[in-house]
């Protein structure tokens, strides 16, 4: 076996080599530059204003949803809080987990704190007290008005506005 001037045998002897990494190279997708702290799994996609992206859901605060998927399966609550960056909602009494808080102050104490943690939005479907079943969320328009009703029963959902707290209210 004869070796051609220039090349050595743990060199670059494949024919085709310099012409598959241009052809992998013109394929490969953009990668994006990270911006700010943390890991790059961490960071949210942004919108052209480079505000993070909205994730769009089925369900709104003070819905009655229960939960078909993870630890707290079975269990109904009404949704409390939404986190629209991440897709997470907090269900009252799902997900309780134990948060060891620091004393704030000087001379307070510490403390063990029980509270709710968000779940993914798509762990939770809504749910119909009166019939006592969970169902998919469909939209129909009723007396020309857009309306949110449950697909297995029907049932429509009240429009819920809920009640915001007046900036600088004293009362």
């Given at each position: 076996m004869?070796?051609?001037?220039?090349?050595?045998?743990?060199?670059?002897?494949?024919?085709?080599?310099a012409?598959?990494?241009?052809?992998?190279?013109?394929?490969?997708?953009p990668v994006?530059?990270?911006?700010?702290?943390?890991?790059?799994w961490?960071?949210?996609?942004?919108?052209?204003?480079?505000?993070?992206?909205?994730?769009?859901?089925?369900?709104?605060?003070?819905?009655?949803?229960k939960?078909?998927?993870?630890?707290d399966?079975?269990?109904?609550?009404?949704?409390?809080?939404?986190?629209?960056k991440?897709?997470?909602?907090v269900?009252?009494?799902v997900?309780?987990?134990t948060?060891?808080?620091?004393p704030?102050?000087?001379?307070?104490?510490?403390?063990?704190?029980?509270?709710?943690?968000?779940?993914?939005?798509?762990n939770?479907?809504?749910?119909?007290t009166?019939?006592?079943?969970?169902?998919?969320?469909?939209?129909?328009?009723?007396?020309?008005?857009?309306?949110?009703f449950?697909?297995?029963?029907?049932?429509?959902?009240?429009?819920?506005?809920?009640?915001?707290?007046?900036?600088?209210?004293?009362?």
């Open positions: 004869s070796l051609q001037q220039g090349r050595s045998f743990f060199g670059s002897t494949r024919p085709f080599a012409a598959t990494k241009k052809a992998v190279a013109a394929h490969a997708a994006q530059a990270a911006i700010g702290p943390g890991k790059k961490e960071h949210m996609d942004l919108n052209a204003n480079g505000k993070p992206q909205r994730v769009p859901m089925h369900v709104r605060l003070g819905d009655t949803v939960v078909i998927a993870g630890g399966k079975g269990k109904v609550g009404t949704v409390q809080a939404l986190d629209t991440r897709g997470m909602v269900v009252e009494g997900n309780i987990k948060k060891h808080v620091k704030s102050a000087q001379g307070e104490a510490g403390q063990i704190v029980k509270k709710e943690f968000a779940v993914h939005h798509s939770v479907a809504l749910y119909s009166a019939q006592q079943v969970h169902s998919r969320v469909g939209y129909k328009e009723v007396d020309g008005k857009k309306v949110r449950l697909k297995k029963t029907g049932e429509v959902l009240p429009e819920r506005i809920p009640e915001r707290k007046a900036a600088g209210s004293s009362e």
